[in-house]
């Protein structure tokens, strides 16, 4: 256990399903990160909470929607998505004491999602 | 491009046998950092390096900082089935809310 709790561990959805995915972590870290891993391609960081702030990648499709409605629990709504969305989705935390610092972030152990 | 390139992308050694993997950002450095991947699961943090010339040892792993080069290498000593998984380099662009990571090198290590 690292600290970092994200549910489901394995999604099916149809392309017109709706679902969330769940992260969950207590270590007191104010920064919390979606990243996708898709087969044989580099870990994208698709949206960041920091401090308050989101900060997201202009690339990922609006058919991904993130929540954060505190600095412990990060959501990541689906909605009509495609076949090759079917990825690793992973949460991160982590504690940043400002610009330049040491920011080491805790992994959770990743949502797979198969998209029909 | 990516902005950190790893290499070699993949690796496959015999049990006992030495490796390196290196890592190299086209940006400056405000850190670098290490994780493992086991097949399928999250990333666990190995080490990170702050300063050029940094060396920093855990176990059988060693990392190494070279600020000029922009570059990092990571070497494991004697590898072991239990080293196997990918391993993939990380940094922040210095705003603290950024954090990207390399290409990966998958290794598997042969009994």
């Known amino acids: 256990e690292t600290g970092v709790t994200q549910t489901p561990r394995h999604l099916v959805m149809g392309m017109t399903n709706k679902k969330s995915l769940k992260c969950e972590q207590h270590l007191g870290h104010n920064a919390m990160y979606w990243y996708k891993q898709s087969a044989k391609k580099p870990l994208e960081l698709m949206f960041v909470?920091?401090?308050?702030?989101?900060?997201e990648n202009n690339s990922v499709p609006s058919r991904f929607s993130p929540e954060c409605p505190n600095s412990s629990h990060l959501f990541l709504h689906l909605h009509t998505l495609q076949p090759e969305d079917s990825a690793l989705y992973l949460c991160a935390s982590s504690l940043i004491r400002g610009a330049g610092g040491a920011n080491v972030l805790t992994f959770g152990a990743g949502s797979r999602l198969t998209v029909l | 491009s990516q902005e950190l390139e790893q290499s070699p992308q993949s690796l496959i050694v015999q049990e006992g046998k030495n490796l390196t993997i290196n890592c190299t950002s086209s940006?400056?450095?405000?850190?670098l950092y290490w994780y493992k991947q086991k097949y399928g699961e999250g990333l666990i943090f190995l080490m990170m390096?702050?300063?050029?010339?940094e060396e920093k040892s855990h176990e059988k792993i060693t990392a190494k900082l070279d600020e000029k080069k922009q570059q990092s290498s990571l070497h494991i000593t004697a590898s072991q089935p239990s080293h196997a998984g990918i391993y993939l380099c990380g940094a922040d662009r210095g705003t603290g809310n950024q954090f990207y990571f390399g290409t990966g090198t998958s290794l598997t290590v042969i009994p």
């Open positions: 940006k400056t450095l405000y850190g």
């Open positions: 390096l702050q300063k050029g010339g």
């Open positions: 909470y920091s401090l308050e702030e989101r900060v």
